[in-house]
Protein backbone atom coordinates (compact mmCIF):
# COMPACT_ATOMS: atom_id res chain seq x y z
CA UNK A 1 0.00 0.00 0.00
CA UNK A 2 1.77 3.69 -0.79
CA UNK A 3 2.07 5.59 2.04
CA UNK A 4 1.36 9.10 0.29
CA UNK A 5 -0.77 9.40 -3.27
CA UNK A 6 -0.62 12.59 -5.27
CA UNK A 7 -3.90 13.39 -7.30
CA UNK A 8 -3.35 15.96 -9.76
CA UNK A 9 -7.38 16.16 -11.43
CA UNK A 10 -6.93 19.37 -13.49
CA UNK A 11 -7.79 22.00 -14.49
CA UNK A 12 -7.06 22.00 -18.27
CA UNK A 13 -5.26 24.34 -20.22
CA UNK A 14 -2.68 25.15 -16.60
CA UNK A 15 0.60 23.52 -17.68
CA UNK A 16 -0.49 20.20 -17.37
CA UNK A 17 0.60 18.54 -20.37
CA UNK A 18 4.28 19.99 -19.18
CA UNK A 19 4.12 18.97 -16.14
CA UNK A 20 2.81 14.99 -17.22
CA UNK A 21 5.47 15.12 -19.88
CA UNK A 22 8.46 15.67 -17.35
CA UNK A 23 7.34 13.30 -15.00
CA UNK A 24 6.82 10.57 -17.49
CA UNK A 25 10.03 11.22 -19.05
CA UNK A 26 11.41 11.30 -15.74
CA UNK A 27 10.23 7.72 -14.02
CA UNK A 28 13.59 6.50 -13.43
CA UNK A 29 15.18 9.38 -11.49
CA UNK A 30 11.64 9.32 -9.47
CA UNK A 31 11.48 5.81 -8.60
CA UNK A 32 15.29 6.44 -7.23
CA UNK A 33 13.61 8.83 -4.89
CA UNK A 34 10.54 6.34 -4.00
CA UNK A 35 8.29 8.25 -6.34
CA UNK A 36 6.11 5.87 -8.44
CA UNK A 37 4.53 7.70 -11.97
CA UNK A 38 3.21 4.20 -13.17
CA UNK A 39 2.83 4.90 -16.37
CA UNK A 40 4.00 2.39 -19.21
CA UNK A 41 2.85 5.36 -22.01
CA UNK A 42 2.22 9.03 -21.98
CA UNK A 43 -1.68 8.69 -22.16
CA UNK A 44 -1.85 6.03 -19.57
CA UNK A 45 -3.40 8.18 -17.26
CA UNK A 46 -5.74 9.73 -19.57
CA UNK A 47 -6.82 6.02 -20.36
CA UNK A 48 -7.52 5.46 -16.80
CA UNK A 49 -9.51 8.68 -16.29
CA UNK A 50 -11.76 7.46 -19.24
CA UNK A 51 -12.35 4.28 -17.45
CA UNK A 52 -13.04 5.39 -14.52
CA UNK A 53 -14.87 8.04 -15.81
CA UNK A 54 -16.99 6.23 -18.25
CA UNK A 55 -16.22 8.65 -21.00
CA UNK A 56 -16.55 8.35 -24.48
CA UNK A 57 -13.18 9.99 -26.64
CA UNK A 58 -13.22 9.03 -30.29
CA UNK A 59 -13.02 5.22 -29.94
CA UNK A 60 -10.75 5.37 -26.92
CA UNK A 61 -13.29 4.46 -24.23
CA UNK A 62 -12.83 0.74 -25.51
CA UNK A 63 -9.21 0.24 -25.67
CA UNK A 64 -9.33 2.55 -21.54
CA UNK A 65 -11.48 -0.62 -20.30
CA UNK A 66 -9.95 -1.95 -17.46
CA UNK A 67 -6.79 0.75 -17.37
CA UNK A 68 -8.49 2.66 -13.68
CA UNK A 69 -8.06 -0.73 -11.72
CA UNK A 70 -5.10 -1.30 -13.09
CA UNK A 71 -3.64 1.71 -12.27
CA UNK A 72 -5.00 1.80 -9.43
CA UNK A 73 -3.03 -1.89 -8.45
CA UNK A 74 0.46 -0.19 -9.08
CA UNK A 75 -0.37 2.30 -6.51
CA UNK A 76 -1.26 -0.07 -4.24
CA UNK A 77 1.77 -2.72 -4.94
CA UNK A 78 3.95 0.99 -3.93
CA UNK A 79 5.08 1.71 -0.60
CA UNK A 80 6.37 4.99 -0.99
CA UNK A 81 4.71 8.40 -3.18
CA UNK A 82 2.75 8.17 -5.97
CA UNK A 83 1.70 10.63 -8.07
CA UNK A 84 -1.69 10.59 -10.76
CA UNK A 85 -2.12 13.84 -13.06
CA UNK A 86 -4.70 14.05 -15.45
CA UNK A 87 -6.68 17.07 -16.28
CA UNK A 88 -9.89 15.52 -17.40
CA UNK A 89 -10.28 14.07 -14.31
CA UNK A 90 -11.87 17.32 -12.49
CA UNK A 91 -15.15 16.43 -14.50
CA UNK A 92 -15.60 12.93 -12.64
CA UNK A 93 -18.59 12.87 -10.39
CA UNK A 94 -18.82 12.60 -6.60
CA UNK A 95 -19.30 8.85 -6.75
CA UNK A 96 -16.50 8.22 -9.14
CA UNK A 97 -13.84 10.66 -6.87
CA UNK A 98 -15.07 8.55 -4.49
CA UNK A 99 -14.28 5.31 -5.96
CA UNK A 100 -11.10 6.37 -7.25
CA UNK A 101 -9.69 7.71 -3.68
CA UNK A 102 -11.03 3.98 -1.87
CA UNK A 103 -9.21 1.96 -4.87
CA UNK A 104 -6.06 4.34 -4.11
CA UNK A 105 -6.40 3.36 -0.14
CA UNK A 106 -7.64 6.31 0.96
CA UNK A 107 -9.53 4.90 4.44
CA UNK A 108 -6.79 2.26 4.62
CA UNK A 109 -4.08 3.74 5.96
CA UNK A 110 -2.82 5.84 2.41
CA UNK A 111 -2.89 9.41 3.05
CA UNK A 112 -4.29 11.19 -0.28
CA UNK A 113 -3.33 14.22 -1.62
CA UNK A 114 -5.61 16.01 -4.19
CA UNK A 115 -3.88 18.37 -6.05
CA UNK A 116 -5.96 20.96 -8.48
CA UNK A 117 -3.69 23.63 -10.75
CA UNK A 118 -5.94 26.59 -11.75
CA UNK A 119 -5.73 29.54 -13.85
CA UNK A 120 -7.87 32.81 -14.07
CA UNK A 121 -11.25 32.71 -16.05
CA UNK A 122 -9.92 35.78 -18.18
CA UNK A 123 -7.62 33.50 -19.99
CA UNK A 124 -9.65 30.13 -19.26
CA UNK A 125 -12.88 30.64 -21.53
CA UNK A 126 -10.62 31.28 -24.23
CA UNK A 127 -8.13 28.54 -24.18
CA UNK A 128 -11.44 25.96 -23.86
CA UNK A 129 -13.07 26.93 -27.22
CA UNK A 130 -9.99 27.07 -28.68
CA UNK A 131 -9.37 23.35 -27.56
CA UNK A 132 -13.06 22.40 -28.50
CA UNK A 133 -12.20 23.73 -32.19
CA UNK A 134 -9.36 21.84 -31.78
CA UNK A 135 -11.34 18.74 -31.18
CA UNK A 136 -13.43 19.20 -34.44
CA UNK A 137 -16.07 21.47 -32.91
CA UNK A 138 -17.12 24.12 -35.57
CA UNK A 139 -19.23 26.00 -32.39
CA UNK A 140 -18.58 30.20 -33.03
CA UNK A 141 -16.82 31.94 -30.53
CA UNK A 142 -20.29 34.15 -29.65
CA UNK A 143 -22.14 30.81 -29.28
CA UNK A 144 -19.85 29.32 -27.11
CA UNK A 145 -19.85 32.56 -24.76
CA UNK A 146 -23.84 32.37 -24.87
CA UNK A 147 -23.55 29.04 -23.94
CA UNK A 148 -21.46 28.88 -20.68
CA UNK A 149 -23.18 32.27 -19.60
CA UNK A 150 -26.37 30.43 -19.74
CA UNK A 151 -27.70 30.03 -15.82
CA UNK A 152 -29.37 26.81 -17.00
CA UNK A 153 -26.19 25.11 -18.48
CA UNK A 154 -27.95 22.51 -20.28
CA UNK A 155 -26.25 22.34 -22.76
CA UNK A 156 -23.10 19.51 -23.71
CA UNK A 157 -20.44 22.52 -23.83
CA UNK A 158 -21.72 24.15 -20.38
CA UNK A 159 -21.98 20.95 -18.71
CA UNK A 160 -18.47 20.49 -19.81
CA UNK A 161 -16.58 23.63 -19.55
CA UNK A 162 -18.33 24.04 -15.72
CA UNK A 163 -17.24 20.60 -15.24
CA UNK A 164 -13.56 20.90 -15.70
CA UNK A 165 -13.42 24.89 -14.72
CA UNK A 166 -15.88 25.72 -11.38
CA UNK A 167 -13.43 25.53 -9.16
CA UNK A 168 -15.85 25.29 -5.74
CA UNK A 169 -17.26 21.97 -7.33
CA UNK A 170 -14.49 20.44 -8.11
CA UNK A 171 -12.92 20.91 -4.81
CA UNK A 172 -16.52 19.66 -3.09
CA UNK A 173 -16.20 16.32 -5.84
CA UNK A 174 -12.31 15.59 -4.93
CA UNK A 175 -11.79 17.14 -1.64
CA UNK A 176 -15.32 16.71 0.80
CA UNK A 177 -13.50 13.56 2.09
CA UNK A 178 -9.74 15.05 2.85
CA UNK A 179 -9.33 17.59 5.42
CA UNK A 180 -8.00 21.20 3.83
CA UNK A 181 -4.69 20.56 4.22
CA UNK A 182 -4.70 17.39 2.12
CA UNK A 183 -5.71 19.98 -0.90
CA UNK A 184 -3.46 21.92 -2.78
CA UNK A 185 -4.11 24.74 -5.26
CA UNK A 186 -1.42 25.14 -7.55
CA UNK A 187 -1.72 28.75 -8.99
CA UNK A 188 -0.63 29.92 -12.80
CA UNK A 189 1.55 32.99 -12.65
CA UNK A 190 0.09 35.40 -15.25
CA UNK A 191 1.77 35.85 -18.42
CA UNK A 192 5.42 37.80 -18.28
CA UNK A 193 6.65 36.34 -15.06
CA UNK A 194 9.60 33.66 -15.05
CA UNK A 195 9.43 30.42 -17.12
CA UNK A 196 9.97 28.11 -14.30
CA UNK A 197 7.72 29.57 -11.60
CA UNK A 198 4.90 27.46 -12.86
CA UNK A 199 6.98 24.61 -12.64
CA UNK A 200 8.64 25.19 -9.25
CA UNK A 201 5.15 25.89 -7.44
CA UNK A 202 4.96 22.43 -8.92
CA UNK A 203 7.49 20.75 -7.57
CA UNK A 204 6.37 22.06 -3.81
CA UNK A 205 2.64 21.09 -4.46
CA UNK A 206 4.22 17.52 -5.57
CA UNK A 207 7.35 17.43 -3.37
CA UNK A 208 9.97 17.46 -6.29
CA UNK A 209 12.20 19.89 -4.99
CA UNK A 210 15.82 18.98 -5.13
CA UNK A 211 15.33 16.18 -7.93
CA UNK A 212 17.68 16.68 -10.96
CA UNK A 213 14.86 16.38 -13.05
CA UNK A 214 14.91 16.56 -17.16
CA UNK A 215 12.65 19.50 -17.75
CA UNK A 216 13.19 20.16 -21.57
CA UNK A 217 9.47 18.79 -22.10
CA UNK A 218 9.05 17.68 -25.81
CA UNK A 219 5.32 17.61 -25.58
CA UNK A 220 3.23 20.83 -24.91
CA UNK A 221 -0.83 21.95 -25.77
CA UNK A 222 0.07 25.03 -27.51
CA UNK A 223 -2.49 27.83 -28.02
CA UNK A 224 -3.05 29.10 -31.41
CA UNK A 225 -3.51 33.02 -32.12
CA UNK A 226 -7.33 34.29 -33.70
CA UNK A 227 -7.14 34.05 -36.91
CA UNK A 228 -5.76 30.56 -37.25
CA UNK A 229 -8.24 29.02 -34.75
CA UNK A 230 -10.95 30.92 -37.41
CA UNK A 231 -9.12 28.81 -40.19
CA UNK A 232 -9.24 25.53 -37.84
CA UNK A 233 -13.23 26.01 -37.12
CA UNK A 234 -13.62 26.68 -40.88
CA UNK A 235 -11.38 23.56 -42.09
CA UNK A 236 -13.52 21.64 -39.68
CA UNK A 237 -17.25 22.60 -40.87
CA UNK A 238 -15.81 21.89 -44.23
CA UNK A 239 -13.71 18.26 -43.65
CA UNK A 240 -15.26 16.81 -40.36
CA UNK A 241 -18.02 14.79 -42.91
CA UNK A 242 -14.98 13.17 -44.60
CA UNK A 243 -12.07 13.34 -41.85
CA UNK A 244 -12.36 10.73 -39.36
CA UNK A 245 -11.39 11.52 -35.81
CA UNK A 246 -8.58 8.89 -35.85
CA UNK A 247 -6.98 11.09 -39.52
CA UNK A 248 -8.36 14.32 -37.74
CA UNK A 249 -5.76 14.28 -34.53
CA UNK A 250 -2.81 13.46 -36.59
CA UNK A 251 -3.81 15.78 -39.78
CA UNK A 252 -5.73 18.96 -38.22
CA UNK A 253 -5.05 19.00 -34.25
CA UNK A 254 -0.98 18.10 -34.49
CA UNK A 255 -0.19 18.76 -37.88
CA UNK A 256 -1.56 21.82 -38.56
CA UNK A 257 -2.88 23.23 -35.14
CA UNK A 258 0.34 22.58 -33.60
CA UNK A 259 3.01 22.03 -35.29
CA UNK A 260 2.08 24.36 -37.66
CA UNK A 261 -0.43 27.52 -36.81
CA UNK A 262 1.26 27.63 -33.22
CA UNK A 263 4.00 28.92 -34.27
CA UNK A 264 2.28 32.16 -35.94
CA UNK A 265 3.26 34.26 -32.89
CA UNK A 266 2.63 37.72 -34.48
CA UNK A 267 -1.00 36.82 -35.34
CA UNK A 268 -3.61 38.61 -32.72
CA UNK A 269 -4.14 36.65 -29.77
CA UNK A 270 -7.32 34.95 -28.84
CA UNK A 271 -8.93 36.60 -25.86
CA UNK A 272 -11.74 37.51 -23.59
CA UNK A 273 -14.37 39.71 -25.08
CA UNK A 274 -14.26 43.34 -23.13
CA UNK A 275 -18.26 42.91 -22.75
CA UNK A 276 -17.44 39.40 -20.77
CA UNK A 277 -15.08 40.49 -18.71
CA UNK A 278 -16.88 41.98 -15.92
CA UNK A 279 -18.97 38.70 -15.32
CA UNK A 280 -15.83 36.48 -15.57
CA UNK A 281 -13.83 38.33 -12.74
CA UNK A 282 -16.57 38.38 -10.64
CA UNK A 283 -16.65 34.41 -11.10
CA UNK A 284 -13.03 34.47 -10.46
CA UNK A 285 -13.46 36.75 -7.47
CA UNK A 286 -16.52 34.94 -5.39
CA UNK A 287 -14.53 31.15 -6.30
CA UNK A 288 -11.16 32.55 -4.77
CA UNK A 289 -13.24 33.79 -1.84
CA UNK A 290 -14.61 30.32 -1.38
CA UNK A 291 -10.92 28.42 -1.17
CA UNK A 292 -9.75 31.28 0.90
CA UNK A 293 -12.77 30.80 3.11
CA UNK A 294 -11.79 26.82 2.93
CA UNK A 295 -8.67 26.71 3.90
CA UNK A 296 -6.62 24.86 1.52
CA UNK A 297 -3.25 24.58 0.83
CA UNK A 298 -2.19 27.57 -1.73
CA UNK A 299 0.81 27.16 -3.54
CA UNK A 300 1.61 30.27 -5.69
CA UNK A 301 -0.56 33.44 -4.97
CA UNK A 302 -4.45 33.74 -5.06
CA UNK A 303 -4.15 37.26 -6.34
CA UNK A 304 -2.78 35.94 -9.39
CA UNK A 305 -6.43 34.22 -10.58
CA UNK A 306 -7.99 38.06 -10.76
CA UNK A 307 -6.94 37.76 -14.36
CA UNK A 308 -5.59 40.32 -16.60
CA UNK A 309 -7.85 43.65 -17.37
CA UNK A 310 -9.87 43.52 -20.81
CA UNK A 311 -7.77 44.19 -23.92
CA UNK A 312 -7.43 47.37 -25.95
CA UNK A 313 -7.89 45.72 -29.37
CA UNK A 314 -9.96 42.51 -29.14
CA UNK A 315 -9.64 40.30 -32.05
CA UNK A 316 -13.02 38.86 -32.62
CA UNK A 317 -11.90 35.51 -34.14
CA UNK A 318 -15.70 35.22 -35.82
CA UNK A 319 -15.34 37.54 -37.79
CA UNK A 320 -11.35 37.74 -38.09
CA UNK A 321 -9.22 39.60 -40.74
CA UNK A 322 -9.27 37.27 -43.72
CA UNK A 323 -6.03 38.93 -44.88
CA UNK A 324 -4.44 37.11 -41.69
CA UNK A 325 -6.59 34.06 -42.29
CA UNK A 326 -5.26 33.61 -45.86
CA UNK A 327 -1.72 33.78 -44.77
CA UNK A 328 -2.21 31.02 -42.31
CA UNK A 329 -4.50 28.91 -44.77
CA UNK A 330 -1.21 29.23 -47.26
CA UNK A 331 0.86 27.96 -44.45
CA UNK A 332 -1.47 25.06 -43.49
CA UNK A 333 -1.64 24.21 -47.35
CA UNK A 334 2.40 24.13 -47.10
CA UNK A 335 2.59 21.77 -44.45
CA UNK A 336 0.04 19.66 -45.90
CA UNK A 337 2.02 19.56 -49.16
CA UNK A 338 5.14 18.50 -47.33
CA UNK A 339 3.45 15.97 -45.43
CA UNK A 340 2.28 14.35 -49.02
CA UNK A 341 5.41 15.03 -50.16
CA UNK A 342 6.96 12.76 -47.51
CA UNK A 343 3.93 9.97 -47.86
CA UNK A 344 4.96 9.89 -51.46
CA UNK A 345 8.64 9.24 -50.36
CA UNK A 346 7.79 6.82 -48.19
CA UNK A 347 5.50 5.02 -50.22
CA UNK A 348 8.30 4.41 -53.00
CA UNK A 349 10.41 3.64 -50.50
CA UNK A 350 8.23 0.85 -49.43
CA UNK A 351 7.26 -0.54 -52.91
CA UNK A 352 11.13 -0.84 -53.95
CA UNK A 353 11.44 -2.80 -51.11
CA UNK A 354 8.30 -4.58 -51.59
CA UNK A 355 9.80 -5.78 -55.68
CA UNK A 356 13.16 -6.02 -53.67
CA UNK A 357 11.59 -9.01 -51.51
CA UNK A 358 9.59 -10.32 -54.31
CA UNK A 359 12.11 -10.65 -56.62
CA UNK A 360 14.16 -12.71 -53.72
CA UNK A 361 11.07 -14.56 -53.42
CA UNK A 362 11.05 -15.67 -57.20
CA UNK A 363 14.62 -16.38 -57.46
CA UNK A 364 14.15 -19.03 -54.40
CA UNK A 365 11.39 -20.13 -56.66
CA UNK A 366 13.56 -21.04 -59.30
CA UNK A 367 16.44 -22.58 -57.44
CA UNK A 368 16.04 -26.79 -58.74
CA UNK A 369 15.99 -28.01 -54.50
CA UNK A 370 12.54 -25.61 -54.31
CA UNK A 371 11.15 -27.37 -57.68
CA UNK A 372 12.32 -30.58 -55.98
CA UNK A 373 10.64 -30.37 -52.55
CA UNK A 374 7.71 -28.65 -53.98
CA UNK A 375 7.40 -31.69 -56.39
CA UNK A 376 7.47 -34.06 -53.49
CA UNK A 377 4.81 -32.29 -51.68
CA UNK A 378 2.26 -32.03 -54.10
CA UNK A 379 3.09 -36.33 -54.46
CA UNK A 380 2.96 -36.55 -50.88
CA UNK A 381 -0.90 -34.67 -50.35
CA UNK A 382 -2.19 -36.90 -53.24
CA UNK A 383 -2.63 -39.57 -50.21
CA UNK A 384 -3.67 -39.92 -47.13
CA UNK A 385 -0.53 -41.45 -45.92
CA UNK A 386 1.57 -38.81 -47.55
CA UNK A 387 -0.61 -36.09 -45.80
CA UNK A 388 0.04 -37.87 -42.46
CA UNK A 389 3.34 -38.04 -43.19
CA UNK A 390 3.90 -34.21 -43.64
CA UNK A 391 1.57 -33.56 -40.69
CA UNK A 392 4.12 -35.30 -38.85
CA UNK A 393 7.19 -33.19 -40.23
CA UNK A 394 5.54 -30.24 -39.33
CA UNK A 395 4.90 -30.85 -35.98
CA UNK A 396 8.57 -32.08 -36.07
CA UNK A 397 10.07 -29.04 -37.23
CA UNK A 398 7.64 -26.48 -35.14
CA UNK A 399 5.97 -24.71 -38.29
CA UNK A 400 2.35 -25.22 -39.35
CA UNK A 401 2.65 -23.62 -42.77
CA UNK A 402 1.63 -25.37 -46.24
CA UNK A 403 4.93 -24.36 -47.53
CA UNK A 404 7.15 -26.12 -44.86
Sequence with gaps: MSARV???????KTGTSY????????????????????????????????????LPWGGLEAEAVGAWDRLAAQVRAHRGTAIISHEILATASRAQAGRALASLGHGEGTEVHVVLSVRDLVRQIPAEWQENVKHRASLSYGAFLRQIQDPARESRIATWFWGVQELPDILNRWGHELPPEQVHLVT???????????????SVAFGLDGLDLDLEGERQNPSLGAPETALVRRINRAANQHVTPA?????????????????????????????????????MRSWVAEVERRG??????????????????????????????????????TALLQEGARLRHR??????????TRAALERAYLRPTYRWREKVVRRLRASATGRRMLAAYRRARGRSSPAA
Design 6 to 12: LLHVGTP
Design 19 to 54: LQDVLFRNRRVLADAGILYPADRFDAHFLAALDLMR
Design 188 to 202: VPPPGGPPQLLWKQF
Design 247 to 283: DYRPLVRELLAHQTLSRRTRSPRLALPPDAHPWATEV
Design 296 to 333: YDVVGDLHDLAGAPPVQRYADPDHPSEKQVSAAAVDAI
Design 347 to 356: EAELSRELDE
